[in-house]
């Protein structure tokens, strides 16, 4: 498979550089792999941190910025980040009141926080974290005990970086990234597999009018191989499982992801189709985003996800946030 | 190909409904096709609308709002709009102060345009256009006489939007469009062809190591097939093929544009390439975009546009946007 790269080598070093070069709100250091706020910590107020393995752009280094985490180290392309970035991040992110980790749930992001945390706990940092484990899909998974984290991410991060920047305590900034993580719930369909540079073959076979359903954002397996379906009946699949686990209603925020390699005018067809059965269902989608935001390298195909809102975590969304890949209010 | 629609004939109407329900800042007509500012015209303001095929989204319905265009009116994939679209999204933008059409240089959208320009300067409505045409890869091409409009389009609109929002007046608002444009080249590469929903077969054949150097965005062919390059070498092909039209110097505003399944990790990876080469070149990256802004269905690959920049649209580059897929500033 051709890709942009120099090499496979040199793939998330490259993408950093020109991270940096693109973005003078971030400060970036290509080699140490983290991302932090060119402004340094802001002090008295709870730092956020997050990471993960690269390859889900603009997840996570693209969230970093005001409104939002104040740092994020990226690993290797699908590899967890050492625990030694993750500290390098959380000084990047103290301010004196705290740092959160957000986790995605696998097993080496939570094995590496976790020892990271503690380092950091001799150091004087307090550390909470909240694990985040969305994806209704599977139970369990390869790398994964329990659900595996997905679209989700991006709203804890979000909300609870909107409740640090208004000046919440360690302790409330936790609880709110836990209630958005407990209110949501993801299901993903694959189009084609995806191809990470080092291994230049796909991760699994999908036949030319094969998909997969609930499909991780690694190429995990999901729940079954199905032929390929319509917009609507795929977004009635998703939704399907969604409200099966979290019985829907109310007002929500609502996310139609595309995996890397779909095209803008496919997503907003699912869109449509997810926005009407929602209302069909009863439920209002009161705030949306539709676009790449938690990816899978070069896969075709989308998930969604959706989070219940209530009127704190709708103003929390709504406040300003100044990010790379989300950008509102300033 | 597998594509996320419900049927080819319904997926721009489909993707226009996903629109609406997504951005409720937007008026959105999915069956007459036309998308304008929910507020209606801005009184006294020169009004600015923009149009043509479908498939190269966010262009131009993504750039409606606060800032930017008053209208879009998408065609059918990679077809151009026809007038009375035109018309009704001309209506949609006159707020009694005249408007501006911006046109991408491509024959059908060249001819409606002018047609719809005759049809509403008989109702009374002043009416200015703009040409764009960037792309340095051909002079002519597959209906274009002349070079193709792309990349720069977005410039175009961010830029005289922000005069129209400023106050200025139609001819000072089609100066600076026209400025834009003299001032900005593109080139693009493609890694993959593009699928329309209505064929279902790639628009043309690249091997497994071949690529097309100076693309255009619906597959028209460039200056010639080549062997896959590194993305240093691809990024040097591009900036040679624009500063051999348009001697670079100075401040820049450079977008890397993806073209529609290019995963961002490979966007930032051609852009740290592009800017380190630009500094090299003695061009200092003043302002940029990563992302897809003019896509080509699913195509792999990618574009670079150049826009030396002056004071002024430095300025009305930063003016505050607020629209689907560019926004800063509130």
Not at 115 to 127: M, P, T
Not at 225 to 238: F, H, K, N, V, Y
Request: aromatic fraction near 4%; charge should be negative; hydrophobic fraction near 40%.
């Amino acid at each position: 498979v051709k890709k942009l790269i120099n090499s496979a080598e040199t793939v998330v070093t490259d993408a950093l550089r020109g991270l940096s070069a693109a973005h003078p709100g971030l400060r970036v250091d290509p080699d140490g792999r983290t991302v932090s706020r060119s402004g340094g910590p802001t002090p008295g107020k709870v730092g956020l941190v997050s990471g993960g393995g690269s390859g889900h752009e603009p997840l996570h280094a693209g969230f970093v910025g005001y409104g939002m985490l104040d740092a994020a180290c990226p690993g290797e392309i699908f590899t967890s980040p050492v625990p030694g970035q993750m500290v390098t991040a959380t000084a990047a992110a103290d301010g004196g009141a705290g740092v959160l980790y957000v986790v995605k749930n696998y097993t080496g992001d939570v094995l590496n926080f976790e020892l990271a945390a503690d380092l950091c706990a001799e150091e004087g940092v307090e550390i909470a974290s909240v694990l985040v484990d969305d994806d209704v899909a599977v139970r369990d998974s390869l790398h994964t005990a329990g659900r595996r984290g997905t679209g989700a991410t991006v709203f804890v991060e979000k909300i609870a970086g909107a409740a640090a920047e208004g000046g919440a305590s360690l302790a409330e900034v936790t609880r709110v990234a836990e209630e958005v993580n407990a209110r949501s719930r993801s299901f993903g369909v694959a189009l084609s597999a995806c191809t990470t540079p080092a291994s230049g073959r796909p991760t699994f076979e999908l036949g030319e009018t094969e998909i997969e359903l609930g499909i991780g954002i690694h190429g995990e397996p999901g729940r079954s191989r199905s032929t390929m379906r319509d917009a609507r009946e795929l977004a009635a699949i998703a939704l399907d499982a969604v409200d099966e686990d979290m019985p829907l209603s109310g007002d929500a925020l609502v996310m139609v992801n595309g995996m890397g390699a779909t095209p803008l005018i496919e997503l907003y067809v699912v869109f449509a189709e997810v926005a009407e059965q929602l209302a069909g269902r009863g439920v209002r989608v009161a705030r949306s985003l539709v676009g790449d935001y938690v990816t899978s390298l070069d896969m075709r195909g989308f998930s969604v996800t959706v989070c219940l809102l209530d009127e704190d975590l709708t103003r929390l969304w709504d406040a300003p946030v100044e990010t790379p890949a989300l950008r509102w209010g300033r």
